[in-house]
């Protein structure tokens, strides 16, 4: 049985059973054949399915909030507002699909009679295992597109996000989809594990790069398509010709949101030397302020971290830079209470040689660095072997450029951070990933092309 936990309170939500080796390899069988007939359905059929699905999520949209809330932490309003986004984002996936999966003809030669063509065919039964950071986002940039270019999914929510993945997967039979073209897989990692021993069309994981290169590693049994979006260590630079109490305000919300867990959270501050002391100050007076505390109230902002074991991380983390030089400017320890409560933690002047500067943090904590100029911040905002997002703010576009041009990582940001387009391709470089999600490529990503070389004599 899967045990839900309040991570606010620490009371026993729920207990779900698990699935286990008979039920997935039932559940894996009944995927096969029911997704050959989905995707002999229409397209319009599909798509229309869909935007029920994301109708139901406008209406259920309180409830569903509130669940995510109660079982791991986030605080309503953020839980509320990625429900909304979500419903946002759908539509461009509904809109785009029938462009990006048309066939193609390449080459129509009279003289020849010959017509070369790509078709765009679903990769077939595939598994979706998702982290409990983002259900939402992370679960449709997913399931929406497969589904839609005529896959079959199966989908295991984190078990930090179980209950919602159990809502999602009653909207999507509420919708309409077809019995066993998305099927809910519950349990721990070890069920995920278990998921992976059938030779399936393709794995789509989100989360950790540890658990990533397990992912990957099961997948090449079967040779299945993989991808990989994985954690971050984004930095963010601030150059010396900014306003220097919006960025600072911007880089708090950017760092702290979701309880800083997110994987494009700023991870890192690097700061021109000029302008330290003042953004310091900035900085910590707005970390000073933030709300901690039950996330179920209006007013908080920061509520509990989802799984307790990530406490002691961020702990070691603090230790670490204290015990090598850096100055702990406010927060860092657990709050009396129950629940996995941390207080916002600011750490100054840290160097590369802690731990907070290169392990993912995945909490609310940051560490702060002055550089002399921005080749210093290139340097250090490359040491790593992520490559999730880097944002630079400065007045300049061109110096942003410059800077933003040298960044192995997926995205980057000028004046920006911690922000998601379904209109721009999503994805992580080295330890951050393998493939994408989002844009029109995230959409294709769920099928495979077939060569035509049609003759007519
Ligand atoms: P984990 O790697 O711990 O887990 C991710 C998923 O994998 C969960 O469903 C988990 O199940 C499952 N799992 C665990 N072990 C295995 C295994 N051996 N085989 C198959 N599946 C397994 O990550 P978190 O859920 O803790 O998510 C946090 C991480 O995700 C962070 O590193 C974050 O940066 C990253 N992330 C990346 C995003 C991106 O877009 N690049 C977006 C969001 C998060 P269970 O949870 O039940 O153990």
Same mark, same amino acid.
């Given at each position: ?29 009944q995927a096969k054949h029911a997704q050959a007939a989905w995707a002999n359905t229409s397209l319009a059929e599909r798509i229309q399915v869909i935007r029920r699905f994301n109708q139901l999520l ?28 979500t419903t946002?984002r759908i539509p461009f996936f509904l809109e785009q699909v029938e462009r990006v999966i048309q066939t ?15 078709s765009h065919e679903p990769l077939g039964v595939v598994?979706n ?10 679960g449709t940039n997913v399931f929406i597109p497969a589904l839609l270019t005529g896959n079959a999914v199966l989908y ?12 999602i997967a009653h909207l999507m039979g509420q919708a309409g989809v077809p019995e066993g073209v998305f099927q ?17 069309n393709g794995?789509f ?31 963010? !630079?601030?150059? /010396? ?7 600072? @305000?911007? #880089?708090? =919300?950017? &760092?702290?949101?979701? $309880? ?72 860092? !320890?657990?709050? /009396? ?7 916002? @933690?600011? #750490?100054? =002047?840290? &160097?590369?040689?802690? $731990? ?66 379904p ?14 999600t989002l844009?029109t490529?995230g959409i294709q990503t769920f099928t495979q092309?077939k ?7």
């Amino acid at each position: 049985m899967l045990t839900i936990v309040n991570p606010s309170t620490e009371d026993r939500v729920e207990q779900l059973p698990d699935d286990t080796v008979v039920t997935i390899a039932h559940k894996v069988e009944q995927a096969k054949h029911a997704q050959a007939a989905w995707a002999n359905t229409s397209l319009a059929e599909r798509i229309q399915v869909i935007r029920r699905f994301n109708q139901l999520l406008v209406e259920q949209a309180e409830g569903l909030a509130s669940l995510l809330t109660a079982e791991m932490g986030k605080p309503i309003t953020q839980a509320r507002a990625e429900v909304q986004a979500t419903t946002q984002r759908i539509p461009f996936f509904l809109e785009q699909v029938e462009r990006v999966i048309q066939t193609e003809t390449v080459l129509a030669d009279p003289n020849s009679g010959l017509r070369e063509q790509i078709s765009h065919e679903p990769l077939g039964v595939v598994a979706n295992i998702s982290a409990w950071n983002y259900p939402y986002f992370v679960g449709t940039n997913v399931f929406i597109p497969a589904l839609l270019t005529g896959n079959a999914v199966l989908y295991k929510p984190s078990e930090y996000a179980a209950l919602t993945g159990q809502a999602i997967a009653h909207l999507m039979g509420q919708a309409g989809v077809p019995e066993g073209v998305f099927q809910l897989i519950l349990g721990t990692g070890e069920v995920g594990a278990l998921l992976l021993e059938h030779p399936l069309n393709g794995v789509f994981f989100t989360g950790s790069y540890a658990t990533g290169c397990k992912v990957a590693a099961a997948a090449s049994r079967h040779l299945m398509k993989v991808q990989l979006e994985l954690g971050g260590k984004d930095p963010a !630079y601030v150059c /010396d010709d900014v306003d220097v109490a919006t960025v600072a @305000a911007a #880089l708090v =919300d950017g &760092t702290f949101y979701n $309880t800083g867990q997110s994987c494009c959270a700023i991870e890192r501050i690097y700061v021109h030397y000029r302008i330290y002391p003042e953004f310091v100050a900035h900085f910590v007076k707005r970390v000073e302020g933030l709300q901690v505390g039950d996330p179920t109230l209006e007013t908080t902002y920061i509520g509990p971290l989802a799984r307790r074991a990530q406490l002691q991380v961020l702990e070691h983390q603090i230790a670490d830079a204290v015990a090598k030089g850096a100055k702990l400017a406010v927060g860092g !320890y657990r709050l /009396d209470r129950p629940g996995y409560f941390f207080a916002p @933690a600011v #750490l100054l =002047d840290t &160097t590369h040689a802690m $731990t907070v500067m290169r392990e993912e943090s995945f909490g609310p904590v940051i560490g702060i660095q002055p550089v002399s100029d921005d080749a210093e911040a290139v340097q250090l905002m490359s040491d790593t072997p992520y490559g999730l997002t880097a944002s630079v703010y400065t007045a300049q576009e061109k110096r942003a450029r410059a800077i933003l041009q040298q960044m192995n990582s997926g995205t980057v940001y000028w004046n920006c951070c911690d922000r998601v387009s379904p209109r721009l391709p999503w994805s992580g470089r080295g330890h951050s990933g393998v493939g994408l999600t989002l844009s029109t490529y995230g959409i294709q990503t769920f099928t495979q092309p077939k060569a035509w070389h049609l003759r007519t004599n």
